[in-house]
């Protein structure tokens, strides 16, 4: 029998060269965009949240962006913004997305675009739209977040999985180029982690046992992995503590892959 999943808080991640640098993540309002913010002001860095709706963040460092990613538009009015409080960007974290099961009979152009731009075009344009401001900065490192789903082959998470699919070319395809510049660029790929939305819908109705014992039987370590345990990779991956890693994909899953 697979055993019970523990319960517990991940330890808080610090690092001394963030403090006094200039972050931009997008998804910040929850999940693991929100404990990315969140981990990068309690290390000292100044914080741009870009989301759909304005992130509602008590500290004096950070600086809400609302932002429809899916609209090429309205990122770049974001960054118009953006360069009116800053002439640097040290970090950018590519966090936004959104994973519907959507099958292939009602997968059309409309829900295509819908996904894609989002979790993948999204990610280009800002990164696109970043680049003479990391250029500038000190820290010039990039984190795309991925998932494990496109490995899984799972029913109706076709578009979805081919779109984190794509942030792995995406961040391979960049890595030469921007490390001539040395820019560093590298994908964070979660299992199944417990934010908020996932806890909402699968973990407090009547499928809780269901999916509890199914993780526990595919996960290596019996942990419910938190938004914190995501953060902190994307924090190594940001710091220079990684200086030697680009082009990388970092499997944050609790063994479930096993690579």
């Known amino acids: 029998m697979p055993s019970e999943l523990r319960d517990t808080p991940a330890p808080a991640l610090l690092l001394p060269d963030f403090k006094g640098r ?17 981990a990068l002001l309690a290390n000292g860095a100044t914080v741009f949240g870009l989301a759909l709706d304005a992130p509602r963040v008590g500290h004096p460092a950070f600086h809400a962006l609302p932002c429809d990613l899916r609209d090429p538009v309205a990122i770049e009015r ?41 979790n993948l075009r999204a990610c280009h344009l800002v990164i696109r739209a970043a680049l003479d401001l990391l250029r500038a900065g000190a820290g010039r490192a990039i984190v795309n977040v991925s998932s494990i789903n496109y490995r899984l082959g799972l029913p109706g998470r076709a578009i979805y999985s081919t779109t984190k699919a794509g942030l792995l070319g995406l961040t391979t395809g960049l890595a030469r180029e921007l490390g001539r510049e040395s820019i560093r660029i590298n994908t964070i790929s979660p299992g199944w982690i417990f934010t908020e939305r996932q806890v909402a819908e699968y973990f407090s109705g009547p499928d809780t046992a269901k999916h509890l014992h199914h993780l526990a039987g595919v996960q290596a370590l019996p942990l419910r992995l938190q938004p914190q345990d995501v953060a902190n990779h994307i924090l190594f991956y940001l710091s220079e503590a990684s200086r030697a890693s680009t082009g990388h994909n970092c499997v944050v899953d609790g063994g479930w892959l096993l690579e």
């Open 22 to 38: 200039v972050a931009l993540v997008t998804g910040a309002s929850a999940g693991i965009g929100r404990a990315t913010v969140d």
């Open 78 to 118: 974001a960054f118009a913004a953006l360069r009116v409080k800053t002439d640097r960007l040290d970090y950018v974290v590519n966090v936004a997305g959104i994973d519907p099961k959507i099958s292939l009979a009602a997968g059309d152009a409309a829900a295509w675009d819908d996904i894609a731009h989002l």
